[in-house]
């Protein structure tokens, strides 16, 4: 759950950070009549996800970037303040337990679509984003095959 409280100055911080969930699928709910406070990144800007009553939204996670070996790309998201409202949401993220082995599977890669990501356990991902600053897309590094340069 994620509380807003309202701020006089919300030119000069953010809410949350931006940052892409470590989860496969997240399901967010805005609260009713909360402000919009929630942005996604598409194309370099940042949009607003308007609130819509009664409806919940819906992200990709890191988790799901990888397992479709980057066909499907978690969103980048952060949320902003509001100078008179406070907001709340609510996530609930949808991940495989700490135990599971996962890489991308078998029908998203072949000799001319190369493995982007490599295998490790969902729970060492885990590890890795708490342990680290939301930054943007970054943690994903953690999953990354490094493509070598040989020019
Ligand atoms: O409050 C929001 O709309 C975003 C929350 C969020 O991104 C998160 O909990 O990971
Ligand atoms: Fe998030």
Not at 7 to 35: F, I, N, Y
Not at 126 to 131: A, F, G, I, L, N
Request: aromatic letters at 10%.
């Amino acid at each position: 759950m994620n509380y807003y409280p309202p701020c006089s100055r919300p030119d000069l911080v953010l809410g949350l950070s931006p940052h892409s969930d470590g989860s496969a699928l997240t399901v967010l709910q805005q609260a009713k009549g909360s402000p919009v406070g929630l942005q996604i990144l598409k194309n370099s800007t940042w949009v607003p996800v308007q609130p819509i009553p009664n409806a919940l939204v819906i992200n990709i996670g890191d988790t799901l970037e990888v397992l479709t070996n980057g066909k499907y790309r978690s969103v980048e998201h952060r949320a902003v303040a509001h100078e008179e409202q406070d907001r709340l949401s609510i996530a609930t993220f949808y991940a495989p337990s700490y135990e599971v082995a996962l890489g991308p599977m078998q029908e998203f890669f072949d000799e001319n679509h190369p493995c982007k990501y490599r295998r490790y356990n969902h729970g060492e991902y885990s590890k890795h984003y708490v342990t680290n600053k939301l930054q943007g897309k970054k943690t994903l590094d953690f999953a990354k095959i490094q493509v070598e340069n040989t020019n």
